[in-house]
């Protein structure tokens, strides 16, 4: 699939959307346009080819709207619920997704923790994406419960994350979940990392634990 001019004038727009507010309320410290193309908007749309064809997806620790907006762009089938505890940076997404005149896709202000447990939220997506700095076992305690059988949790990562998936396989099997995937792509000389995980088996009923439990002693 190839970017259009539509797509590529929204891109500049959104790049410029960023840089206004960031100056407001931290969004990120990669600022330089070729930088921000190539760390955030083509990592973002990394994961696109996991993602079926009007896939409902919920974006975890959404903050300044990576992946989601990048994906939204590049994909308008998707539909997304963005999901963050700060309520600046929903506030951002917000005017983010109206200024560039996005549908099916919104900003929620809330805990993941939280949610996970309304029948709205639990076992209803597609897909799972987190972009967010956490290791493997938290992200997959607060990404599993909103997946539905046999939808994907997808962790953004770095390159050698070995380590850190077995750490994590404990509590992808608790969870409901099984290693489907570890997809490698190389941007501008940079190795990154997809971890893709299918749930297999519903999400027993106390997880996500409430409060910081999951980062404080995460599933081992």
Wanted: charged letters at 30%; glycine letters at 6%; one cysteine or more.
């Amino acid at each position: 699939k190839t970017i259009n001019l539509e797509q590529i004038d929204k891109f500049l727009s959104f790049f410029n959307i960023l840089i206004r507010e960031n100056k407001k309320i931290n969004l990120t410290r990669i600022t330089e346009e070729e930088d921000v193309a190539k760390k955030h908007f083509l990592d973002s749309i990394s994961s696109e080819g996991f993602l079926g064809q009007g896939a409902k997806v919920i974006d975890i620790g959404a903050g300044a709207g990576f992946p989601s907006i990048p994906l939204k762009i590049f994909r308008e089938d998707l539909k997304f619920t963005l999901i963050d505890s700060v309520n600046k940076k929903v506030d951002f997404l917000k005017n983010s997704i109206k200024e560039l005149n996005l549908e099916e896709i919104h900003a929620v202000h809330g805990r993941c923790e939280d949610l996970a447990y309304s029948q709205d939220y639990r076992e209803r997506f597609d897909v799972c994406l987190a972009r967010a700095v956490a290791e493997l076992n938290i992200l997959a305690e607060y990404c599993l419960p909103f997946v539905k059988l046999g939808g994907l949790f997808i962790a953004y990562k770095s390159f050698n994350i070995e380590e850190e998936i077995e750490r994590a396989k404990n509590a992808i099997k608790i969870l409901g979940g099984e290693l489907k995937e570890v997809f490698v792509y190389d941007i501008d000389n940079r190795k990154n990392s997809l971890i893709v995980i299918k749930k297999i088996g519903r999400t027993p009923k106390n997880y996500p634990r409430k409060g910081n439990k999951p980062r404080i002693s995460p599933v081992i």
